[in-house]
Each structure stands twice: as structure tokens, then as C-alpha cells.
């Protein structure tokens, strides 16, 4: 029978991965790498970080074991170590918004007003797919869609929307969707569109959702292609 020192630390070895959780800027990092790999750079951009600050943060991850980093070149890249991870993330935002009072209020306070917003659920949005007459436009970032997207979603990050409209076919309904409920690139797509006149709508969360919850997804050739893990 183990005693208590050892029973101690098998749940702090247990409580590792929340511990390294427990930072905010972390946690915008795995939001983000649960779209996807990306380079110490590109993180850094993401969360407005200094370089250095976000290779620290980085390491306390790796450290957990919850991302995986591999060099190219004279770059470093990150991802998540494994698609529990992207549970584990789901489960704390999901435990979080059911029993935390303050977040609703934090929630409104980051995304705004969204009731002048038309939202679509994933099961509606499939729906549509299979009938064929919508336009999915992706507004993330084109590393992000690369790594994997809703089939036949046009990847038009936010940046572009505007200068790209003519890309975008006329007459169907468009369907914006980006990195989850907390992400602003679609509500603002959705906005853009609807003031030049387009029928556009949000999917209600994100690229994330709609992969966990077993939905088909594409991904381009060089992300299928790439070689396995050691």
C-alpha cells in the first residue's frame, strides 16, 4: 500500500498540466495552437509578447508536456502535444463559463455586442454544406487554415476581407467563421460584409468546435504531407 508522501506526489504530478495552465498569457497560447502549429515568432506576435517572454512560457509548457516543439532551420516551432490537450483546454473554458458569475461579464466586456450579429450553429452550417448554396469564408490567419479548415472554406484572413470581396461569389449566404466564440475575426468579417450589402452570417463558435465535435475536415498537402514525430 502507498503511503501518504507518495500519494502526495503522484496528484501534484497529476496537477502538473493545470499548474502550467494557470497564466494567462499560456492559455492564449494553447487557444492558439489548438488551430494549428506555429513559430516562436508568430506566438510572440499573437499575444503581444516580447520574444524572450514568450519562449519562457513556451518552455513552462513543453516542460508539462503538453506541446511538442521542433526546429527548422533557425526557427522553432510549436503544437499541441496531443488533441487532450484540446480537451483539457474545452473542459476549463466550458467549467469556467458554467460556474464562474464574473466571466459572462468579462465575455461582453472583450467580444461587445454581438445582437446585431446572425449566428449559425455547426449543425445548421452542415446542413447548408450539403445542400450547397453557402459560401464558407475562413478569416483566420492562412498558416491557421493551412493546418486544417471546414471543406470548401475559402481562406480569407480578416486582414483581407475588404480587398478580397470580389473574390467572394455573389447571391449565396456567406458563413464567417475564425478561432472560437471568443474570437473577434468573424464577428468583424460578418460586419464588413453585411455593410456591403452581402447576406453574411457567424458560425456561432470556431474551427475548434467544429473538429472536436468529429465534423469532416480538410488540411493543405504540405500539413498532410509533413513527416511524423519522433
Known amino acids: ?9 503522484l496528484f501534484e504530478a497529476l496537477v502538473e498540466a493545470a499548474k502550467a495552465l494557470g497564466n494567462g498569457r499560456r492559455a492564449q497560447l494553447i487557444d492558439i495552437l489548438g488551430q494549428g502549429e506555429r513559430s516562436v515568432e508568430e506566438l510572440a506576435a499573437e499575444i503581444h509578447q516580447s520574444m524572450a517572454n514568450t519562449s519562457q512560457h513556451l ?11 521542433r526546429r527548422s532551420g533557425t526557427r522553432i516551432y510549436y503544437s499541441l502535444a496531443s488533441p487532450a490537450v484540446e480537451r483539457l483546454w474545452r473542459a476549463l473554458r466550458e467549467a469556467a463559463e458554467a460556474h464562474s458569475g464574473e ?3 468579462l465575455v461582453r466586456a472583450y ?3 454581438r445582437a446585431d450579429l446572425s449566428m449559425i450553429t455547426r449543425d445548421e452550417l452542415l446542413l447548408w454544406l450539403r445542400q450547397g448554396d453557402v459560401v464558407v469564408l475562413d478569416v483566420r490567419p492562412q498558416a491557421e487554415y493551412e493546418a486544417g479548415h471546414i471543406p470548401g472554406a475559402l481562406s480569407v484572413p480578416f486582414s483581407d476581407v ?11 449566404e456567406i458563413v ?8 473577434l475575426y468573424a464577428d468583424e468579417a460578418v460586419r464588413l460584409l453585411t455593410d456591403e450589402g452581402r447576406l453574411a452570417t457567424r458560425l ?15 488540411q ?3 500539413v498532410r504531407n509533413a513527416p511524423p514525430r519522433p
Open 204 to 218: 456561432e463558435d470556431g474551427f475548434p468546435e467544429w473538429k472536436a465535435a468529429g465534423l469532416p475536415i480538410e
Open 59 to 69: 518552455q513552462r509548457l513543453l516542460r508539462a508536456g503538453i506541446v511538442y516543439s
Open 103 to 105: 466571466l459572462g461579464d
Open 176 to 183: 464567417a467563421y475564425c478561432r472560437g466564440p471568443y474570437c
Open 162 to 172: 475588404k480587398s478580397r470581396l470580389r473574390e467572394v461569389p455573389q447571391g449565396s
Open 220 to 222: 493543405s498537402a504540405t
Open 1 to 9: 500500500m502507498g503511503n501518504q508522501q507518495e500519494k502526495d506526489a
Open 111 to 113: 467580444v461587445g455586442n
